[in-house]
């Protein structure tokens, strides 16, 4: 993907800090979970961007505020050229039409009192552009489309497998034909074989429909799979952002090696040749990270410099942006 | 863990100050004049004025707005509610109205009847429902488990009243084993140390006192009780299954535990949190039950006080009473709040 | 042999599970439990009993008295001393105990029914709004609506003072601007000295008309309602005002709140519903809360977000009816709660006013005449009570067994 | 060598309110001391039932092994009265769980739960056996062991808690640990540290690991033999290099082409597997895996492939058409 491309959303030095009260009497507010603390990019038109990292990394936490699901501590969200963060009420609700959201559970995210098919007609019904037959028709044009069959828009969710159900809340999200859906963590809790059906169901949905996708997951492989480019989160911070085959051949983050090596390979020589790099420890809590580079208590070549100054997030060569005090020396 | 006792402590406060407002406020319920009501409509204007200046009816209920016209800023606060709860402070809690006597006194006096008949029924529900609740639990769909859940049932749904009755008719009326009501036989003498009779009779070794007493407690004690003791015995039954889904009980059984050290040891003090909560709000309907339990088996306690005065409109007194169940009922919460406190080690880092 | 195609497989092969609302499913399940079916039996013979005696038996229990046959033991064979049958005996004043306990039923349930129903209505709307808004952020137009009209209550106590009833509108006003100006100064101390200026002025200002000591204490008040206001309000703030009222409710033991709310109130039908269902309110909101709290957790509720639905839809379509299941369980056990409390108002002579018939007051009518044997006259009602109790009882249970959310996939 | 255990013909069913669930139908195979058995398969497979079932951890009702032995150390489990199964369980055959965070009980010290087992186990009294507690603690890496035996299983992170759960396995130096899934809830960081120490210690005690996983990833640098299982039959079984290189049932097949490879050139596709999982309350007569195979002819419908020798070391396939899919594969 080259710059030239047009910018359909730029994040600028994003944060998203939730708050702890603690008290006897009074709730006073002693510091703060920095789930996203300033992260910043950009998704081009029509790409995939995978967000990578694990558990409590922020990564779900930027992709909801970026829909401003959660309303940003600091920082700039561009959608196209409108400013997201000075959005209110109801041009909030008209634009949310243009971005959606596909949701980590499917159990969890279809409401269960309800049909498909008063599920799939919500968002229609909400912005009013389709009515009456129409509306109909669209239902089962959007359930022909996930690989549905569109008889079963009177189902209640309980009644399809977990697989089915995602196929649902896709349905449901390209409902109105929005422009960008971030994707959370879509396909973690479903079975190996009913992973890549999903997959190759976003991939071929984004080939009809012209859809950018910014796809959020733990899974490096299914991540570096469908991504145009990747961004590794790490506590809160973007670590490093590049193409999928640089971030994987030439990656300058130590934490992004680590990942890599880490990942499981199903090929046993491969697998038992590979070097791996087994990190030391647990990640730290967001609520109290260590001063300095956020990595430096898990990092084997932390020097005296990581412990006191955050490194600069920076371009270190053509799109390829990574955050260690060090990186050049990867080069 | 002191924070968080601390934390509940002060919680109490806000509580008890809404419970003073409702119980103040009772006597807004009343239709018409409350001292017109404590009198009689035929009493004479005299007295229901000397009531009303007595009672500080005349003031204001909560500020005085004319008085800070006039520029008097403790007249302002000189309200009825303000003068309630200074003689509450005092522990003066008024008069009875036909007695004349200090509501607080004869409340202490009587206390002690109460108390020691919740405390044997709540014994005595805890001492059968908790382990009937395991039994069933362990042996879940058995004949006993159906038996027992059936009998708990049957249990809640049961009238104390009328199952008191249904004792006397039985046990007193019918069979004559037992005296029909009292708290002692005529001519049976307890010295009072505690002012239960049943560990007064046992401190001074008076064992006629003692098996009089308990001739007439257990009667009451048992119809009270059962209502919790089924309560507790469902909770303690519902708890221990959940619990024995938990993966640590498959992780204490994988490890080779016998079955009676995974349920006492790991399941048991895992479900017992729950129980807890149970047994804390029962304690304290206990007290709630006795003004019906109290009536039938004409116990000298709080609850028949009540009742009595319910019956002779001797307001004070049924404010003054409820005021002090309500309180041991909050003051129970705050202990199931704190023995969570030494029970769950999590609660710590909250 | 031709192979197949991935294609071909797609579509035909999905096993789908058997087509059934969640709850038709609920009620299968619930017919299919033998303590729900007794449950259920017994519920109805007591509701349709009294119902058509209700109906279609008329009582006059304001003429119904016979001392010729005061006291009499059960018979069901007219004898020479006795002309009719009664099955229950009769009671003190001659009445037929069947037939008052087939007629108390109606009273004794319509109590259960009503109280259920003030508590389940309260209660629920509070809980369901408290949880909403304290799990969801609220919109501006709720913002303004919820400033103002704490400005508006509050500023009334300082307005009730200052005899001033503009004052009152004033600091709903000044609630309202805090919030339109969200984000003027937002966070500095300068603010809330401003606020609170702007209060001490409103309070004080025109509180000085009255008198000078009214003006200083309005004013004092209104700087700290205004420094107060100067902080924008969230959902929880309601949350919490209405989960503390709860909580001084449940503070009291049930029982003995009705009982006494009864004996200041004076006793009567009407008065018995009335406080056993303000008493039960909490149980309610607080069920409610909890339900909401967790419900609001899902994802789906997120997703409705995000499709652009707004709060009233979220409230109605999508959390309330996710939170029935409990509600409708808590209702069933509520109702015979209502009942046994219904009764022991009647017992203690604070329910029905004699001589209407209702469970409790007939017990509480007859049991002085236990000694001399009259078993009869206590035994029928009590029962009644007890199994009409023990049906709700059964009936609850087996509905949460049906209702369960941990056995539904 | 005789083998360490030796299942043969094992059936579990659990009798629901729907039906009966046929979750395990018919499982045999051998396991060598000191061999690394990897197990894998979808949910839903049995995998994890089989395993339950050799502890005799099955809940009964409604579960209930109905037929089948398992031969261990040259007598059937199966026919053990329960207190001396209790001998078997932890000293013998020990196992860990796949969610750390609810496997503890959390009421109870960490170290309180491993002196419980060794003064079981080991008669050991309360100061030897809080000793090796902290010798045990020590050995799977928790820094600062004799501490933090007196921590509550919250105050550990998921990582740490999945360590106390093997120094708990391992303090009575069973034959054989089941491992169900220990690194399924946590990240992959962690993941690479739990499978290092698995690996590591293994070679240290010497004991046999049977590792059950979704994953085939996970497995395939460290098992020595894998069982991949389906609708509770195992549809082949093989050493890890064939199961790999050599596949030959069209299910392990589809499994392996539905896994992104983190080393994948750009424009791979997955294959998926269409369809979903066949219900266990109704299973077919025929080939479990009929519904959702690409090679399937009339006779699977029919009849039910068992495990026969193929191409490989001690190489089984349940596959009617094996030779004519490793003709295709390979071509």
């Known amino acids: 993907m080259n710059n030239a491309a047009k910018t359909l959303v730029r994040v600028d030095n994003l944060k998203k800090y939730f708050p702890i009260y603690q008290g006897v009497i009074l709730q006073q507010h002693v510091g703060d979970i920095k789930a996203v603390d300033d992260v910043s990019f950009v998704i081009y038109q029509g790409e995939t961007l995978g967000l990578v990292g694990e558990t409590g990394s922020g990564k779900t936490t930027v992709g909801r505020t970026m829909l401003r699901l959660y309303e940003p501590t600091a920082g700039k969200i561009f959608f196209e050229d409108t400013d997201l963060t000075e959005m209110q009420g109801g041009d909030l609700r008209k634009i949310r039409a243009r971005m959606q959201m596909i949701f980590q559970d499917p159990y969890a995210s279809l409401n269960p009192r309800m049909t498909v098919g008063s599920i799939l007609s919500a968002p229609l019904e909400v912005h009013g552009y389709w009515k009456g037959r129409e509306k109909r028709e669209r239902v089962d044009n959007l359930l022909e489309m996930v690989g549905l069959n569109p008889d079963f828009v009177n189902r209640y969710p309980h009644e399809f497998s977990g697989g089915q159900r995602q196929r649902i809340c896709i349905a449901r999200a390209l409902a109105l034909n929005p422009d960008l859906v971030v994707c959370d963590e879509p396909i973690s809790s479903l079975d190996v074989s009913i992973q890549a059906q999903v997959v190759n169901l976003l991939e071929e949905l984004q080939h009809k429909l012209g859809l950018t996708y910014l796809f959020i997951a733990h899974d490096l492989s299914m991540v570096r799979h469908i991504s145009d480019r990747m961004a590794v989160m790490y506590l809160g911070k973007i670590v490093e952002l590049a193409d999928r085959n640089e971030i994987y051949l030439r990656s300058l983050h130590p934490y992004t090696q680590a990942l890599m090596s880490a990942v499981p390979m199903p090929d046993p020589d491969a697998a038992r040749s590979r070097k791996r790099i087994i990190l030391e420890g647990d990640i730290p809590s967001p609520a109290n990270p260590p001063k300095g580079c956020n990595f430096n208590t898990r990092c084997p070549f932390a020097k005296e410099i990581c412990f006191e100054q955050d490194p600069d997030y920076r371009e270190i060569k053509p799109g390829h942006w990574v955050a260690c005090h060090f990186a050049e020396d990867f080069l | 863990m002191a924070r968080y006792i601390l934390r509940r402590l002060i919680s109490v406060i806000p509580t008890l100050i809404g419970v003073t407002f409702v119980i103040f406020m009772f006597q807004r319920l009343i239709p018409g004049d409350p001292a017109v009501a404590m009198l009689g409509e035929h009493a004479a204007p005299e007295n229901i004025a000397r009531i009303r200046e007595q009672l500080g009816l005349n003031r204001p209920l909560f500020l005085d707005r004319d008085s800070l016209v006039q520029g008097d800023l403790g007249g302002f606060f000189d309200s009825q509610y303000v003068r309630y709860l200074s003689r509450l402070v005092k522990l003066d809690l008024g008069n009875s109205i036909h007695r004349r006597i200090p509501v607080a006194e004869t409340l202490g006096l009587r206390f002690p009847a109460t108390v020691e008949l919740a405390l044997l029924s709540m014994l005595i529900a805890i001492f059968v429902g908790i382990p009937v609740g395991i039994i069933s639990a362990a042996r879940r769909n058995s004949l006993i488990d159906g038996v027992s859940m059936m009998g708990s049932l049957v249990g809640v749904s049961m009238p104390i009243f009328w199952l008191g009755l249904m004792e006397i008719m039985l046990f007193a009326v019918i069979l004559g084993w037992l005296p029909t009501g009292g708290r002692l036989s005529t001519g049976v003498q307890i010295q009072s140390i505690t002012g239960l009779y049943l560990v007064d009779s046992l401190l001074t070794w008076n064992i006629p006192g003692f098996v009089d007493a308990l001739k007439h407690i257990i009667m009451p004690a048992i119809a009270l009780a059962t209502i919790p003791m089924a309560i507790i015995a469902r909770m303690t039954r519902s708890s221990m299954l959940d619990v024995m889904q938990e993966d640590y009980i498959r992780t204490a059984t994988a490890k080779g535990l016998a079955e009676r050290v995974v349920l006492f040891r790991h399941a048991l003090k895992n479900a017992f949190l729950p129980v807890i909560t149970i047994i804390g709000i029962q304690a304290g309907t206990l007290m709630a039950g006795a003004v019906l339990t109290e009536t039938i088996f004409s116990w000298p306690g709080i609850g028949k006080w009540v009742y009595d005065a319910i019956l002779g409109r001797d307001y004070p007194i049924v404010q003054g009473g409820t005021l002090l169940i309500a309180i041991i009922f909050v003051f129970f919460n705050l202990l199931v709040d704190i023995s969570y406190a030494f029970l769950d080690p999590r609660i710590h880092y909250d | 042999m031709a192979e197949i195609t991935p294609q071909d497989l797609f579509v035909t092969d999905f096993a789908v599970r058997e087509h059934r609302s969640l709850w038709v499913d609920a009620w299968r399940r619930l017919i299919s439990s033998n303590t729900a079916r007794l449950g259920l039996f017994i519920v109805t013979v007591f509701v349709a009993s009294a119902t058509l005696a209700h109906f279609f038996w008329t009582y006059d229990a304001k003429t119904d008295l016979d001392y010729a046959l005061k006291l009499k033991p059960p018979n069901l064979r007219p004898t020479e001393e006795i002309s009719t049958i009664h099955p229950f005996g009769t009671d003190k004043l001659g009445r037929d105990i069947f037939r008052r306990t087939v007629h108390g039923g109606w009273n004794s349930l319509r109590v259960g029914l009503v109280a259920v129903t003030i508590s389940l209505v309260i209660g629920v709307l509070l809980g369901l709004l408290a949880g909403f808004y304290e799990s969801m952020e609220i919109t501006q137009g709720e913002r303004v609506l919820l400033q103002g009209l704490v400005g508006l209550s509050l500023g009334g106590i300082i307005a009730w003072i200052g005899a001033q009833w503009v004052i009152a509108l004033l600091f709903g006003l000044l609630g309202v601007l805090s919030i339109v100006f969200g984000k003027f100064l937002a966070g500095k101390p300068v603010r809330i000295a401003l606020f609170a200026l702007g209060g001490l002025l409103i309070g004080g200002g025109i509180g000085l008309l009255g008198a000078p000591m009214v003006g200083l204490v309005c004013g004092l008040l209104g700087a700290v309602l205004g420094a107060i206001l100067a902080s924008p309000l969230t959902g929880t703030f309601f949350s919490n005002v209405v989960m503390r009222a709860m909580d001084i409710i449940l503070a009291f033991p049930s029982y003995l709140l009705a009982i006494a709310i009864v004996a200041f109130l004076g006793p009567g039908l009407e008065k018995g519903m009335i406080a056993i269902g303000v008493v039960g309110i909490p149980i309610y909101a607080r069920l409610a809360r909890s339900a909401v709290l967790s419900v609001a957790q899902k994802e789906y509720i997120l997703a409705a977000y995000s499709v652009g639905e707004g709060h009233d839809r979220i409230i109605f379509r999508h959390i309330f009816p996710n939170i029935l299941s409990p509600i409708i369980i808590q209702a069933t056990m509520g109702l015979a709660g209502a009942i046994l409390s219904a009764a022991a108002l009647g017992f203690l002579g604070l329910g029905a006013i004699p001589p209407t018939p209702e469970w409790g007051a007939m017990l509480g009518d007859s049991y002085k005449y236990l000694s001399s044997g009259a078993w009869w006259a206590v035994l029928f009602p009590g029962l009644a009570i007890m199994f009409s109790v023990l049906g709700f009882n059964l009936l609850g249970d087996g509905l949460r067994d049906a209702l369960d959310p941990k056995l539904r996939v | ?331």
């Open chain 4, 1 to 331: 060598m005789t083998p360490l255990m030796d299942l043969k013909n094992l059936r579990v069913r659990f009798h629901t309110d729907e039906g009966m669930v046929k979750a395990v139908n018919g499982v045999s195979y051998a396991m060598e001391p000191g061999e690394i058995l990897g197990v894998v398969g979808e949910s839903g497979c049995g995998k994890s039932v089989h395993a339950l079932s050799i502890m005799r951890l099955i809940q009964t009702p409604p579960g209930k092994i109905e037929s089948g032995q398992v031969i261990f150390n040259d007598r059937d489990l199966l026919k053990l009265s329960e207190s001396e199964m209790r001998h078997v369980r932890g000293r013998e055959i020990a196992m860990i769980f796949q969610d750390p965070m609810t496997s503890l009980n959390p009421v109870y010290t960490v170290g309180f739960q491993i002196v419980e087992a060794l003064k079981l186990h080991k008669g050991l009294d309360e100061k030897a056996a809080r000793e090796r507690a902290a010798e045990l603690l020590t050995l799977v890496g928790i820094p600062g062991a004799r501490q933090r035996l007196d921590d509550y299983p919250h105050q550990f992170s998921g990582g740490m808690r999945q360590r106390a759960m093997i120094a708990m396995a391992l303090s009575c130096e069973p034959q054989l640990l089941i491992a169900d899934e220990p690194t399924t809830a946590l990240d992959v960081t962690i993941q690479a540290q739990i499978v290092d120490l698995v690996i590591r210690l293994q070679q240290e005690l010497g004991m046999a690991v049977m590792w059950i996983t979704h994953d085939l990833g996970v497995v395939a640098e460290m098992a020595y033999k894998i069982n991949v299982m389906y609708a509770g039959y195992i549809i082949e079984r093989g050493q890890v290099r064939d199961i790999y290189k050599k596949t030959r049932h069209p299910y392990t097949i589809g499994l392996l082409g539905s896994l992104p490879r983190i080393d994948e050139p750009p424009g791979t596709k997955l294959v998926s597997i269409p369809g979903l999982p066949p219900d266990l309350l109704a299973l077919p007569t025929g080939c479990p895996f009929y519904a959702r195979c690409t090679y399937r002819v009339e006779r699977c419908l029919e009849e039910n492939p068992s495990l026969e020798e193929a191409d490989g070391v001690e190489h089984t396939v349940a596959c009617w058409r094996w030779e004519h899919i490793a003709g295709r594969v390979s071509s």
